[in-house]
């Protein structure tokens, strides 16, 4: 399983904007194959969101990568105006352990 981790920080008061318009990304990723989870989350750190998201592969995931912002992204130009995505907190990586403690048969 492949996990990808996004981090933004969103202009105070544009909480509301952000969830609703970013609702079209999560949803068109749970739509997509091999999207096992997509998920908006809204920390506790004022102002900032992590999208978390859960893949059978990394080549699916790359996949939708290139619907991400190839259609999608540039189809949201507002979003790009109150948040920021903080790459240099992003992550990405592989599930080595399940939740019953076996270890994950598609780690690298």
């Known amino acids: 399983m492949f996990i990808d ?3 933004f920080q969103v202009e105070d008061g544009m909480q509301r904007a952000f969830e609703r318009d970013f609702r079209t990304v ?3 990723a749970r739509e997509t194959a091999g999207c096992l989870s997509s998920e908006l ?6 102002h ?11 080549e699916q995931h790359d996949a939708f990568n290139e619907i991400l912002f190839g259609k999608l992204w540039p189809s949201l130009p507002d979003v790009g105006r109150y948040a920021t995505r903080l790459v240099e907190r992003d992550a990405e990586g592989y599930v080595v352990m399940e939740d019953d403690g ?3 048969e598609h780690a690298p």
């Open 26 to 28: 999560v949803e068109r």
């Open 48 to 58: 900032h969101y992590i999208w978390l998201e859960r893949w059978t592969t990394r």
């Open 102 to 104: 076996s270890a994950f």
């Open 41 to 46: 989350v809204r920390l506790d750190e004022p």
């Open 5 to 7: 981790i996004s981090f």
